[in-house]
């Protein structure tokens, strides 16, 4: 397979199913909730989905597609070529806001990254990387982060994981919201990476996102140097729902041992 071929094709796959999810602002959408009140899609959530699809299985017959709406492959492994997609990351931004929402695309064979995508549909900007290829925002290419520490630092952090919940002791968070610089929440996983990713944050943290909203940006962020892990230091697997941490070097490695502690 090459590679070149398959970046150009995902990029144009990518920026037209862009256009119509932004054709569609002006028609009326179909919202309804899946497993709570606030996990929401809309019928363009699936429409993009199988858009994706019908392409990708036309074009590459033999690639396995592993989508957040259901209408891929049913994934047990990451075997041969699979795409991990969000067809539209920040749903409940797109509904409410008309922005801050993304496409995340990763491209994995035998279960490694070999292409990542997170395409901001209003900002029209494409962040990109390719496996030892550099990570590129558009045309420009990005460069290393820099290490920083937890008092200089801006985290992405969702205000649910500073109460009592279930997935983490909510005292260390605290304790790290009161030494950080700032914190903020955008409400797309994928464009949180994408601002770790082009310095913008020094760290995103979430205690469970699937497979889907990380694919992409993992690939992309470790073009730049991010450390992506779950919260217990491992390797994400990419198959089921885990927690998630993408930083900064050295921030990681700080955050993990003096703040983050999951149950
Ligand atoms: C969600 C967003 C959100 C994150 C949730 C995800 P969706 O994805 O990325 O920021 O906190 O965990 O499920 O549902 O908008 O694709
Ligand atoms: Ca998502
Ligand atoms: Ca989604």
């Keep these: 397979m090459d590679i070149h071929m398959l970046d ?9 199913a862009a256009f119509d999810i932004k054709t569609s602002l002006s ?13 929401l899609v809309t019928n363009i959530d699936k429409e993009t989905e199988q858009f994706f699809i019908e392409h990708i299985k036309t074009d590459f017959p033999g690639h396995r597609i592993f989508g957040e709406e259901g209408f891929g492959d049913d994934i047990k492994d990451l075997k ?13 931004n797109f509904i409410h806001q008309k922005q801050n929402f993304a496409i995340s695309l990763g491209i994995y064979k035998d279960g490694i990254g070999i292409l990542g995508y997170i395409y901001n549909v209003m900002e029209d900007t494409m962040l990109s990387g390719a496996l030892n290829g550099g990570a590129y925002l558009d045309d420009m290419r990005l460069p290393k982060l820099q290490a920083s520490s937890v008092e200089e630092s801006v985290i ?17 968070m605290v ?26 944050l020094d760290a995103y943290t979430s205690m469970q996102l699937s497979p889907w909203d990380i694919a992409g940006g993992m690939v992309i962020a470790k073009e730049v140097g991010a450390i992506v892990t779950n919260l217990a230091f491992e390797h994400l697997e990419l198959l089921d729902a885990d927690s998630f941490i993408v930083s900064r070097p050295g921030l990681h490695e700080q955050l993990l041992t003096d703040y983050i502690k999951i149950k």
Aim: net charge positive; glycine share 8%.
């Design 27 to 39: 028609s009326e959408l179909i919202i309804e909730s899946k497993s709570e009140a606030n996990d």
């Design 8 to 16: 150009t094709y995902a990029k144009s796959l990518i920026k037209n």
């Design 156 to 172: 992405g952090i969702n205000a649910r994981w500073v109460v009592p919940n279930r997935y983490v002791h909510h005292e260390g």
């Design 175 to 200: 304790n790290l919201l009161k030494i950080v610089r700032g914190t903020r929440s955008l409400g797309s996983a994928a464009i949180e990476i994408s601002y770790v990713v082009t310095g913008k």
């Design 80 to 92: 041969g070529y699979v795409w991990l997609l969000d067809p539209i990351d920040g749903t409940t």
